[in-house]
Structures are given as structure tokens and as C-alpha cells.
């Protein structure tokens, strides 16, 4: 018999806007999350086989869910690691063999905007839905996060809690401390990227390293990235951009300390200041990867400037999180 069942879920890519890094070791951090979605379509194969396809990288595979396998049929090893996401959480939604996963990004690849964890939370959502279990967005972040701490060994709840929740997250360790930020204002905020993709599980080991050796300089730069992140939650909810701006500098000269800056980071986020940003640093792990600026009323004087050696794009805050879309006719 033909099932017609389709389902079809979206989630929000992110931009970290203060206390990367610092949010590991517990300290607070401010997310954004982005108006760029992953959308994960489940439908149902009449064959015993799980297929996944994710046009925009040009990876595809077949899943054994029992066996927890990855047979890759298009891509590199390296693109192989989103059907890993993609695998975990299907099988977090209690998914059996049999179904086709069509994942769409909206996110542009490489770009720091946390699309993986944007796929694990749409699949997981796509999944619940085809699969008739509902689950809250409690449930639903924190099975992403299990995912991303099962794929990639250490990481924050920050990207999937956006991802999930959307809008603008002040967030410390514990989840009971995640806050949803009221603004009563877009974000004038533009994203630059590099080609060059830092290593977020290697990043984060350097700066462990690094602290374990010099507990005495490491602790109070992530003390003061605290108290950055703090100050910068007041000055969003009052939308003060003269302080916004000086606390994003300041938090560039903390991630510049701790070594996740590089030469090409230090260039746009320079640019940008020199365009009238009234702030700019790196955003993400660093090593590579992105940088945001706050430039209001100075967006594209910023984004054609960063585009003339590197590329940059405006965002907008997507208030909205994980979603079911509505099936096309
Ligand atoms: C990476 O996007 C942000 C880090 O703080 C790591 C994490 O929070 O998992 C560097």
C-alpha cells in the first residue's frame, strides 16, 4: 500500500553575538538566531532502506538505523559528517528504516551559522512529526544537544537551544538559566566569512590547554568575558548601540587573547570598524570561520567593503524557531 505521509520541518541557523568560548567553562553567552533555515523533508520509501540526500553539499547515503551505519553514495568523507547529525536524530525520534530524509539549507555552508546543529533540530522536529510523537521544544533541544555531544565530543547547548527556540538567548551552563531576550529593535548585524574553517573540537581544546597551563591569566579573561556578556544583555535589551558596539571590541581583544583570532578575522573585523561598525569581533570558534559586525545605518557600507576580499552578508533575527512548514501543494 502507498503511505503518502510527508512531513516537513525547519530550524534557524545561529550567530553567537558575546561569550563564545567562555559559555564551555559556564559563563554566559548571547545568541541570535538568523533568518536562514535548514528544512528536512521525511517521507515514506516502500523499500526497507533509509535514504538521505543534502542537495546543497552534494552529499547523499543510504542509514542503517538499526545498525547505526553510514553508507556514503556522493560526497567526501568530510561532508560525511552531517549524515552522522542527520542518523542520530532519527534515531532520537524513534525512526524505523524506510524513509526518505531530503535536507534543504538555506544556511550558507562554512559560513559559522551553525547549520549542523540547524538539521539535527529540524530532522528531529520532521522525525517527531512523522513518526506521530510530540515532543515539547525542551525535549527537542535537549536531544539535539545529545546528538551534537554524541557527533562532535564537546560542545554548548547554544547552537541547538536557537536552533530550537530562535530569537535572541542569553544562556549560562545551567538550562534553567536560558533566557529569551525581548528587543525591542532589529539587529543591525552583518556576518563575514572566510574560506578558511577553523576546527570547533580543536579550538576548544586549545583554549582547555591552555587554561589548565596558566589558570591564573586564562580564568580571569573568561571572568571578564562574563561581565562583557552581562553588559551586553542590558545594553540589547535597551538597544544602547554606543555600548553594544564597545563591549563586541572589547570581547575581540578577550577571544584574541585566548588565540582563536587569525589574520584574515583581524582584516574584516578591522574593515569593518573602519566602515563606521560601531563594533565588530570574531564570532563562532574562530581559527578561521566568521565575524559579525553591529553597524547600524552603515550595513551595506560594511558588507561591500568586507565583499571586495572576503564575503559578507546582512541578517535579521529569525524570531521564530523550529517549525513544521506546511506541505506543498
Ligand atoms: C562554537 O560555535 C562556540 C564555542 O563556544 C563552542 C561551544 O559553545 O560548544 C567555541
Redesign the pocket.
Known amino acids: 500500500m502507498l503511505d503518502s505521509r510527508q512531513v516537513t520541518a525547519s530550524a534557524p541557523g545561529k550567530t ?1 553575538l558575546f561569550g ?2 567562555a ?2 567553562y559556564g559563563k554566559p ?1 548571547i545568541a541570535a538566531a538568523v533568518d536562514k533555515r535548514a528544512y528536512v523533508t521525511i517521507s515514506k520509501r516502500e523499500d526497507h532502506l533509509t535514504h538521505v540526500t543534502v542537495g546543497d553539499l552534494g552529499v547523499s547515503g543510504f542509514l542503517d538505523l538499526k545498525n547505526r551505519t553510514i553508507q556514503l553514495e556522493n560526497g567526501s568523507g568530510m561532508q560525511r559528517g552531517i549524515l552522522e547529525y542527520i542518523l542520530k536524530a532519527l534515531i532520537k525520534a524513534k525512526t524505523e528504516d524506510s524513509v526518505e530524509v531530503d535536507v534543504r539549507l538555506d544556511i550558507p555552508i562554512g559560513a ?1 551559522l ?1 547549520s549542523s546543529a540547524a538539521v539535527t533540530v529540524a530532522t528531529i522536529m520532521a522525525a517527531a512529526s512523522f513518526n506521530q510523537i510530540t515532543l515539547t521544544n525542551e525535549t527537542m533541544a535537549n536531544l539535539a544537544h545529545q546528538v551534537e555531544l554524541d557527533v562532535q565530543g ?3 547547548p ?2 541547538t537551544s536557537l536552533s530550537t527556540y530562535g530569537g535572541v538567548i542569553y544562556l549560562s551552563k545551567q538550562p534553567q538559566k536560558l533566557v529569551k531576550l525581548e528587543i525591542p529593535h532589529e539587529l543591525p548585524i552583518v556576518i563575514g566569512y572566510t574560506s578558511t574553517r577553523g576546527n ?1 573540537g580543536e ?2 581544546k586549545l583554549v582547555r590547554q591552555k587554561k589548565d597551563a596558566r589558570p591564573e591569566v586564562i580564568n580571569p579573561i573568561l571572568d571578564s568575558m562574563e561581565a562583557v556578556a552581562n553588559g551586553a544583555r542590558q545594553a540589547i535589551i535597551k538597544g544602547d548601540h554606543k555600548t553594544i558596539g564597545l563591549l563586541m571590541n572589547i570581547n575581540q581583544g578577550l577571544l584574541d587573547a585566548l588565540g582563536v583570532n587569525t589574520e584574515e578575522l583581524s582584516k574584516m573585523v578591522f574593515t569593518a570598524r573602519n566602515q563606521g561598525a560601531m563594533g565588530s569581533k570574531l564570532t ?2 574562530g581559527g578561521g570561520g566568521s565575524m559579525i559586525a553591529y553597524c547600524p545605518g552603515r550595513e551595506e557600507e560594511v558588507v561591500s567593503s568586507i565583499n571586495q576580499f572576503e564575503r559578507a552578508f546582512q541578517i535579521n533575527v529569525a524570531h521564530e524557531g523550529v517549525r513544521l512548514e506546511k506541505p506543498r501543494n
Open positions: 553567537i563564545e568560548h559559555v564551555v553567552a559559522g551553525g564537546a560542545a554548548s547554544i547552537d570547533t579550538l576548544v563562532g570558534a
